[in-house]
């Protein structure tokens, strides 16, 4: 399989394209070696620490990040412009992501051979 990019861009919890991204994300893993995962826009959301989404009936799903290391998803990226705007840091993330500029961001998709947007 070829290299595949995840782009999450919605927050959590609201609709399940965020939980059937991370299914989606962790079954390829199993076929494809060359994975990407990008979080930009609300979708820095997916990775903030404390999340209680069991007060509005949902499933928690955050925990199911912190397998990327387990399935050697290593090439998880987060738009620091979208954590700025959000008055987020890298210390309110489940997991350590590294932060890229947008003009990188942006040069990242153009490069991705298959782009998955949840």
């Known amino acids: 399989m070829s290299q595949l990019t995840y782009l999450f861009r ?24 060359d994975i990407t995962v990008i979080f930009t826009g609300d979708g820095v959301y997916q990775l903030l620490q404390g999340q209680q989404p ?42 350590d992501a590294e932060r890229m500029t947008l003009d990188t961001l942006k040069q990242k998709l153009a490069e991705a051979g298959k782009l998955l947007s949840f």
């Open 54 to 95: 069991q007060s509005i009936l949902s499933k928690d799903y955050a925990p199911m990040l912190k397998l990327f290391d387990l399935y050697d998803i290593e090439q998880v990226y987060v738009c620091e412009q979208s954590l700025a705007e959000r008055g987020l840091s890298q210390a309110d993330l489940i997991i």
């Open 10 to 33: 919605t927050a959590p919890h609201g609709v399940s394209s965020g939980r059937e991204g991370i299914d989606a994300l962790l079954a390829a893993s199993a076929y494809c070696e």
